[in-house]
């Protein structure tokens, strides 16, 4: 294999330097050391006699680690026609394989492939959700599944359709490559970019542009475990940037940064702001609810063309130092536990072509205040003319008809494209303003309704018992069983979120819910019952904080009831003004279970 002369290495990482400073291509700035080496050593330290994987023994890899290492889930083309020519599911280390691709053999819960799509920056054009709709029709349930990715799922798809079904997603100008396992999954963005008149910036082009590095650089493929980022364009609508591995926050440089230096492990690092512009993206790292960890700020604020580059050196070093032996170990985040910020971001430093900037989180403004549930119904666009209109999706179901209808809609009354919402809603963007009665009307004849509800907008449900192997709740029916129950009993005056998740990933993130309910067996008399640990007081963004467990495997024929019950203590107990998550937050955990004894319910 060659490799790059000396002469030639020095040229190109001259070339991209300068390429990395030309402002306004977030496609651009890319390092020169690491991205573009032909020397397969590297991945084992320069040695190539060495049996390891980025320094790991290979007899010490984890389980998916040998698989990854004995084929490359990459390569498994040939095995995916040979098994869709014999409608034979994948077996063995296959199974993980075929994640890759974005196909996940869900047994026994279903003896079927579900199929997880990439929609980058959570932006999808009418005739692309019709494809999808296709899909689901053809080879699928009838059905698809918006995630808390801000992406589509599709269920019930053999084995003899699979190529069939990646063929007609990439047809429609979409992908599910990478889209599970050990890779980066889909980048999300907040769903208003771009016509939310509180943006700070439209960061679509930094997730379409991150997006698009991924597909295009097989070394993305080659992580310890799976990997979030989301770019968050500082307006009203929340996209959860803080739950993510890496979170891109757009922010306004204060015009006078004159402020004390922030508490920061790198603050002897500050550098003049001087020559930064007024609008950049701040950094945080190491966001993942379901180990009870925010993202947090790491003191970097990047231009917004450095973004992708930053994150893929950030990656990078991930690849080549993460835990490879311990797959509960293997986040980002216990690297840099492990570390320490300075040393990750020293080793990020090695990646790049540009010089990092270290800026006090106080030189710049802080975030404007997320309108909880400002996605649904219609809301002002930067264009006087226009408005978007958030829709609820009860739980993220949509069936085809519905899809297909939504597209219709999209084109009948917008400008046929359609917006995902990490809360499993969606958004139709650019209605005229004198449309959105005519919109709301057509929506409701497909079974789908735009009208705020400050209890079913904010229901979040993981697949559950009838779709996953791991959870142990019907999470989907439950969830729609107790908002309506609650909706008809209890008169709420403020938006709250219910998240039902069905086993400890909390795909649905209950930690973060104002109520957070995560599935559970509970003894009965004989019998094992479906029930939750029931988690009071959690939020994200302004609201940023985990919830706390208040109750412990509760039946869930007794959850609406007890639910009732303390939202009934807390309408009569608050102070004046006072929302929920500071009603819970104020509280002992004591106090709030005998809150929920105080009344009693018919």
């Not at 296709?134 to 359709?161: F, K």
């Not at 930067?382 to 899809?403: C, F, H, I, N, S």
Request: contains cysteine.
């Amino acid at each position: 294999m060659s490799t790059f002369t000396t002469e030639q290495q020095e040229y190109l990482k001259g070339f991209f330097a300068g390429v990395a400073q030309r402002p306004g291509n977030p496609f651009v700035g890319q390092t020169a050391s690491g991205a573009f080496t032909d020397d397969p050593s590297a991945a084992a330290g320069g040695n190539l006699a060495a049996p390891t994987v980025h320094g790991t023994p290979i007899e010490d890899l984890c389980k998916e680690e040998q698989i990854k290492h004995k084929q490359h889930g990459l390569d498994i083309w040939d095995k995916l026609l040979d098994n869709a020519a014999r409608d034979k599911f994948p077996e063995g280390g296959d199974v993980f394989r075929y994640k890759f691709h974005g196909l996940f053999y869900v047994t026994p819960a279903q003896e079927s492939l579900m199929l997880r799509c990439r929609i980058p920056g959570c932006v999808l054009r009418a005739d692309q959700l019709e494809a999808i709709a296709d899909i689901a029709a053809d080879w699928g349930g009838g059905y698809s599944h918006v995630t808390t990715r801000g992406n589509l799922q599709v269920r019930e798809i053999m084995p003899r359709d699979s190529v069939d079904v990646l063929l007609k997603l990439r047809d429609a100008g979409l992908t599910s490559q990478g889209s599970g396992a050990d890779n980066l999954r889909n980048i999300t963005a907040s769903p208003t970019s771009g016509f939310d008149p509180d943006e700070v910036l439209d960061v679509l082009p930094y997730a379409r542009a991150m997006h698009h590095y991924i597909l295009n650089n097989r070394e993305m493929y080659d992580l310890p475990r799976k990997f979030n980022i989301a770019f968050d364009n500082g307006g009203a609508v929340s996209v959860c940037a803080d739950t993510n591995d890496i979170a891109f926050y757009a922010v306004r440089v204060k015009e006078d940064p004159q402020s004390p230096i922030s508490q920061s492990p790198i603050s002897h690092l500050q550098s003049p702001i001087s020559h930064l512009r007024s609008i950049g993206f701040r950094v945080q790292l190491c966001g993942i609810t379901g180990h009870k960890q925010f993202a947090k700020d790491c003191g970097l604020l990047v231009r917004p063309e450095q973004a992708v580059a930053l994150a893929a050196a950030m990656i990078r070093v991930f690849r080549e130092n993460g835990d490879r032996t311990n797959r509960k170990k293997a986040r980002l985040k216990y690297l840099v536990d492990n570390w320490g910020v300075e040393k990750f971001l020293a080793e990020t430093q090695k990646h790049l072509a540009f010089d990092l900037d270290y800026v006090p989180l106080d030189a710049c403004e802080p975030r404007k205040a997320v309108v909880k549930h400002g996605y649904i119904g219609p809301h002002p666009q930067k264009d006087a003319d226009y408005r978007y209109l958030g829709v609820t999706v009860p739980v993220g179901r949509l069936e085809v008809d519905q899809m297909r209808g939504l597209a219709d809609i999209a084109r009948r009354f917008g400008k046929a494209e359609l917006r995902l919402t990490v809360w499993q809603n969606v958004i139709l963007p650019h209605i005229r303003a004198t449309a959105v009665d005519a919109c709301i009307e057509a929506l409701r004849a497909l079974g789908l309704d735009a009208t705020p509800s400050h209890i079913t907008n904010g229901l979040v449900a993981c697949t559950g018992n009838r779709g996953c192997k791991y959870a142990a709740t019907d999470t989907k029916g439950q969830a729609l069983k107790l908002g309506a129950y609650l909706k008809e009993r209890v008169p709420l005056d403020e938006a709250i979120n219910i998240h039902f998740t069905g086993c400890p990933h909390s795909c649905a993130q209950h930690y973060i819910g104002d109520i957070g309910l995560l599935g559970c067996k509970v003894k009965v008399g004989d019998e094992k019952v479906e029930g939750y640990n029931i988690v009071f007081g959690g939020g994200v963004d302004n609201d940023q904080g985990i919830a706390r467990e208040v109750f412990s495997a509760v039946p869930f024929d007794e959850v609406p009831p007890l639910l009732e019950r303390f939202l009934r203590v807390y309408l009569e107990a608050r102070r004046p003004g006072e929302r929920f998550v500071e009603f819970t937050r104020r509280h002992t955990v004591d106090d709030l279970r005998a809150l929920a004894e105080a009344v009693s319910v018919s």
